[in-house]
């Protein structure tokens, strides 16, 4: 694995010089073409620079001309302004001569006109002349500064390259020193491995004969011993009697207890809201008492007179369903027969609501229709109608996945044991749902109550009705949550306790397999139950040892040990004689109390009431049974006065109040403890199923870890020995590799010398520049 890693590492190594050689050849070109333009602009700017000097002589010369121009004009003009005064003197005389001078000046004329446009012809070059001049050179000198700027990037990235060369360089000779020591470590650790492998192999061969002698004997045994294998077919297995696990049957009984109370709050909750939706039928919108009520309104209210016996057997159909659940049986879906019948008594309890919801929603109706109903009381209506058609489809929806859960312990084809999970899922999704509309159907009630409350008609009766009603729903509402809340906290139980059965098999198969799985268990049962018996006491065994040695060892003859018995035997017929003198003791004292009884009776009936004789006679019974008592018992013979049996009436009544409150008292205070014990025992129980959760959590990623250890210890086997065949042969490449890095290093030094040379000339033929 090392050994790949650094051929990987070196592979990265080779990759990244091969790109930063690429790198440096394109930039080394780049700087040779940089260098060949900066030469060719310098070359151009040398002869704009000339050009530019023949521009500015040839300027000066101009300048030099157009100044001896100006003189001569200025010097023509004054001629001629002292010309004219001349000429006006001398009209007559000068025609002649201003003639001469017309053609003079117009001669001049042209010459100054010619000399005028020549100059401004000259203006006009030597100002494009000076434009292109200076736009060359701002063009030059740009192009001068980018050649700088790329110069001395392109020199930073060869600065950059170098460092980076020499980083390089230094980790490729650390990497080197590295894989001389994992080399060495690697070579050490071989030897060791292979040590390792000697031993593992005198290992295996051991373990494979041991497994194998202990095979032999395992199949001689099974061919001889076995004759069936019932595990084979699940058929069969089915039959087999699974391990007896108290813990889920006291969970499932401690479920199914919950379970219970929660259907009997829902009982009473279900039958209070029928019982007063019937009230409030005779009260609302018309009063019975004053009037007739409508005739669908009396058929409603004689089906919701019949709602006892439609709610009443789901409590009894859960509560068979618990009393199936016992700590001696197997709970899974197969054996709960119980749960068909509770399927069937909530079938007839939806069969019921289908009945009834019709003549609701025309009851609903009617009141829309009366004169006192206003448009809010009418949305109120319309929308308790939709919540009892949703209340039934939540009720039809929760008995069809219901009847699912009964038909494995009926029908072994009716659900496969794939869809369990599923169908716990869309139960608890049902109760979520029956939950949400019975919150919808307290809110749209309450508000319809409050409305009606106002209402000017609204009596004392209908109100106190529609109280009744709101609590009833609001115990159907928690009831509804509870037991929503309660079933999704305990899917994942379920779920988990559908797989509980016969040892190497999915289940039990059908029904009938089940049942007769329950008799098999029952009579193992009574088998290890007969096993269990206590034995008769025995004498130890070191005192039987002491025993025998005393006998043997003893001088005392038979006859001796005869006369012993002879003495034991007298001394019983002694016994048996007093004790039948004592009984007859016991007797005649029976005798004398009786009478005395008799006499005390006779005596009371003629002086005092009925009342204060049936007193006497009850405490001439409780006597006589006390003295029965005394007499078998301890058989002593005491007089019975008469006077010790009557007491007086009125210290009696307070002797038995004080008694009786007493003991009141103290089972008050024993309930009391009880109760408290339970629920310690209770919340302890909690955290102990939480604990058992948490440890079988734990096993199952232990066993999970176990296995990918036992995977990772073969795989690592596996390595081993692919690793002594590989390992010569990487260390010989490796070797062969540190070669070849050791002659790049040398020639990379090499080509980082040439270029850090012709980087420093570029530098100095830049500086001269």
């Keep these: 694995m090392a050994s790949a890693e650094l051929q990987g590492k070196y592979q990265k190594l080779a990759q990244e010089y091969s790109k930063l050689r690429a790198q440096n050849q394109v930039l080394k070109k780049g700087v040779v073409d940089e260098q060949a333009n900066s030469a060719a602009l310098k070359e151009q700017l040398k002869m704009k620079d000339q ?50 001078s017309q053609e003079q000046k117009s001669v001049f004329d042209e010459d100054l006109q010619k000399k005028i446009e020549e100059n401004e012809r000259l203006h006009i070059q030597f100002f494009e002349a000076d434009e292109q001049h200076k736009h060359v050179e701002a063009e030059l000198r740009s192009r001068l500064a980018t050649l700088e700027t790329e110069a001395a ?31 060495q470590t690697l070579e050490k650790e071989a030897k060791e491995c292979r040590l390792r492998t000697e031993e593992c192999q005198l290992q295996l061969k051991n373990l494979h004969e041991d497994l194998s002698g202990r095979l032999e004997e395992s199949l001689s045994i099974i061919n001889e011993k076995v004759p069936f294998n019932d595990t084979k077919y699940s058929q069969y297995n089915a039959l087999n009697v699974p391990l007896h696990n108290r813990r889920h049957q006291l969970k499932m009984r401690d479920i199914a207890g919950q379970a219970l109370a929660f259907v009997q709050d829902l009982v009473t909750a279900l039958l209070n809201f029928h019982t007063y939706t019937e009230q409030r039928i005779q009260i609302f919108p018309v009063d019975s008492a004053i009037d007739t009520i409508s005739p669908l309104n009396q058929k409603f209210s004689q089906y919701l007179h019949e709602n006892a016996s439609y709610v009443r057997p789901l409590e009894e159909g859960m509560l068979h369903v618990f009393e199936s659940i016992t700590e001696d049986t197997v709970t899974v879906l197969e054996t709960t027969v119980k749960l068909k019948t ?3 008594h909530l079938n007839s309890y939806i069969c019921f609501l289908r009945k009834i919801l019709p003549y609701q929603l025309k009851s609903l109706e009617e009141e829309c229709e009366s004169p006192l109903c206003t448009s809010a009381l009418r949305a109120r209506n319309l929308e308790l109608s939709q919540d009892m058609k949703k209340m039934t489809a939540v009720f039809e929806k929760l008995q069809t996945y219901v009847g699912l859960l009964a038909l494995p312990s009926t029908e072994p084809d009716g659900l496969l044991r794939t869809n369990y999970s599923s169908v716990l899922t869309n139960v608890g999704a049902a109760l979520h749902g029956f939950h ?55 899917v994942d139980y379920f779920s988990a306790s559908l797989s509980y059965g016969p040892k190497a098999a999915s289940g039990f198969i059908s029904p009938l397999s089940a049942e007769c799985m329950l008799q098999y268990k029952k009579k193992a049962a009574a088998y290890m139950k007969a096993l269990r018996k206590p034995l008769s006491e025995s004498v130890p065994y070191e005192e039987a040892l002491a025993n025998r040695r005393i006998l043997l060892s003893s001088t005392e003859s038979r006859e001796g040990l005869a006369q012993q018995v002879q003495q034991s035997l007298e001394k019983i017929s002694k016994l048996e004689q007093e004790k039948e003198h004592w009984m007859l003791e016991a007797q005649l004292a029976k005798i004398k109390l009786e009478k005395e009884n008799q006499r005390i009776a006779d005596k009371l009936k003629s002086t005092s009431s009925g009342q204060v004789a049936g007193l006497a006679l009850e405490n001439a019974s409780v006597v006589k049974a006390t003295g029965q008592e005394e007499a078998s018992a301890k058989a002593v013979q005491e007089p019975v006065h008469s006077a010790s049996l009557v007491p007086d009436v009125e ?53 999970e870890e176990m296995k990918v250890a036992s995977q990772n ?24 590799h540190l070669c070849s890095m050791n002659e790049t290093l040398s020639k990379q030094r090499e080509e980082i010398d040439t270029l850090k040379m012709s980087s420093k000339g570029n530098s100095k033929k830049n500086k001269s520049r």
Aim: aromatic share 6%.
């Design 651 to 703: 210290f009696r009544e307070d002797l038995i109040k004080n008694h009786y409150m007493a003991r009141i008292v103290e089972l008050t205070s024993q309930l009391q403890l009880a109760d408290s014990k339970s629920v310690h025992f209770y919340a302890e129980c909690r955290a102990l199923s939480k604990r058992l959760a948490l440890a079988e959590k734990s096993k199952e990623t232990l066993a």
């Design 713 to 736: 210890i073969s795989r690592l086997q596996d390595e081993l020995t692919t690793t002594k065949r590989s390992y010569e042969d990487q260390l010989s490449m490796m070797s062969d």
């Design 342 to 344: 509770f399927s069937e």
């Design 51 to 100: 050009s530019l000097r023949k521009l500015q002589q040839e300027m000066d010369s101009l300048t030099f001309r157009n100044l001896q121009l100006a003189k001569r004009v200025e010097l023509l003009q004054d001629e001629l302004a002292l010309s004219e005064p001349r000429g006006k003197k001398n009209k007559k005389s000068g025609e002649s001569s201003s003639q001469l």
């Design 153 to 183: 990037q392109h020199q930073a990235v060869v600065d950059g390259l170098t460092r980076k060369y020499m980083e390089t360089i230094e980790k490729l000779q650390n990497d080197k020193a590295k894989l001389e020591v994992k080399s």
């Design 436 to 490: 949400d509309v019975m919150k919808d159907i307290s809110k749209h009630y309450s508000q319809k109550a409050t409305i009606e409350h106002e209402l000017p008609t609204a009596t004392q009766k209908l109100i106190t009705t529609n109280d009744c009603i709101l609590s009833s729903v609001m115990a159907l509402t928690n009831g509804a949550g509870k037991i929503a809340s309660f079933f999704s906290n305990n």
